[in-house]
């Protein structure tokens, strides 16, 4: 029996905070077991298991792929979070393709921390798009902006959202 052509692409670990519990190497371990070939590491916000993921996974022979689902201000990530003010923020899953997409992930996640902290920390379009080579991005969970234009019936402005990215 070949492995199954299927790869966790939204994975949260236990560097989710309140959203995660899994502990990477039981998630490598059951990726080992199913057959597949390759595992995401998705957490909000972060790359703390990145390394460890890489350590783990690499070790028992599945792909790791490093990622993060960061939270995306709607204006500026200089600003606070501020839903009634229009500076909430959406979910958005990147993934790095490359050395040069981890690199500018690891670059995002840190400028979130260090200029966009505000109750989570948070980038923009601005510098999403300075730091956007190499990245794949999904549109993540409900949370994110496509899927929220899509609950809407805003159809039209969720194509060109996806145009966009």
Known sequence: MTAPDFVHLHVHSEYSLLDGANKIGDLVTACQKDGQRALALTDHGNMFGAIELY????KAG???IVGCEVYIARQSRKEPHSKAKGNGYHHLTLMARNAQGYKNLLKLASLAYLEGYH???RVDREILARHADGLLCLSGCL???LNQLLLANKEQEALELATTW
Request: aromatic share 8%; net charge positive.
């Open 55 to 58: 350590q783990a996974a690499s």
């Open 62 to 64: 599945v792909k790791p």
């Open 119 to 121: 109750f989570r920390p």
């Open 143 to 145: 949370a994110g902006e």
